[in-house]
């Protein structure tokens, strides 16, 4: 594992009394920032050996640099992360890094851990009307097969999910805002969930660190009791390029 150790790497691994999703687990070291000389403002993607990725938001405080507690313990969870592991995030451009496992005896990790899926496109293998080729999200749903199907108008724009922990806020991923060339409405203005009923949740657009994520999801998986791990294919309703609703579909329903 020390021979991955470089100037333009960090490790992290648990100390006594510690668990990972302790705030300071959630620290970028001071000096990995002044070795690499790279200020990352807004957010980091890690990507791991099996094709996932997260994008991690960050916010300063007076302590130092920190990944937002959301985005960390959704990593921290989706990579079922113990006790006994290293990672080691090194990184390779802007704002991405890639990690790597490894057990307390040294041993790399280079399958996913049970009860996770491999990544797999989420977006339509075709190009975008922007002109720009589909870009893997932050997390992909890898049971949707087909979701250009579920869709009520094939000319939306739309990604599919698989739901996690954390369900409080919908998160739109910086790749498909590119892809189609979102834009959304100010912090705290109106929108709406349209669900397979035809029943409207209410809904308003957030900004965290500047990325858009949409309050009243938490709502429409109460309302219709959806779990970790349910799939779920989201339409986006369009006024001009503003996201005025998402058209929510079940998949196999």
Not at 130 to 144: A, D, E, F, L, Q
Not at 183 to 205: A, Q, R
Not at 242 to 248: S, T
Request: net charge positive; glycine share 6%.
């Amino acid at each position: 594992m020390q021979e991955c150790l470089s100037k333009c790497s960090f490790s992290k691994s648990l100390s006594p009394s510690r668990s990972w999703k302790s705030k300071s687990m959630r620290i970028i070291p001071e000096e990995f920032l002044r070795s690499t000389r790279e200020f990352f403002e807004h957010r980091v993607v890690f990507s791991v050996p099996w094709n996932n990725s997260w994008q991690l938001w960050l916010r300063p405080d007076k302590k130092g640099l920190f990944m937002i507690k959301e985005d960390w313990d959704e990593f921290v969870d989706d990579n079922f992360l113990g006790p006994d592991d290293t990672l080691v995030f090194t990184h390779q451009n802007t704002v991405y890094f890639q990690v790597r496992f490894f057990k307390k005896d040294g041993k790399e990790i280079i399958s996913a851990p049970l009860g996770v899926e491999p990544q797999k496109e989420t977006a339509s293998a075709s190009t975008s009307a922007s002109g720009r080729t589909p870009t893997r999200g932050r997390k992909s749903c890898v049971n949707v097969q087909n979701p250009e199907r579920y869709l009520l108008n094939p000319q939306n724009p739309y990604f599919a999910k698989t739901l996690t922990k954390s369900n409080h806020l919908l998160h739109v991923g910086t790749p498909v805002i590119r892809q189609y060339g979102l834009e959304f409405g100010p912090h705290d203005s109106s929108m709406y969930f349209i669900l397979p009923d035809g029943n409207k949740v209410n809904g308003l657009t957030k900004y965290y660190n500047d990325s858009p994520r949409f309050l009243g999801w938490a709502d429409v998986c109460q309302q219709y009791n959806l779990k970790t791990g349910d799939n779920v294919v989201c339409e986006f309703e369009l006024s001009g390029r503003v996201v005025a609703a998402v058209r929510v579909h079940f998949v196999n329903e």
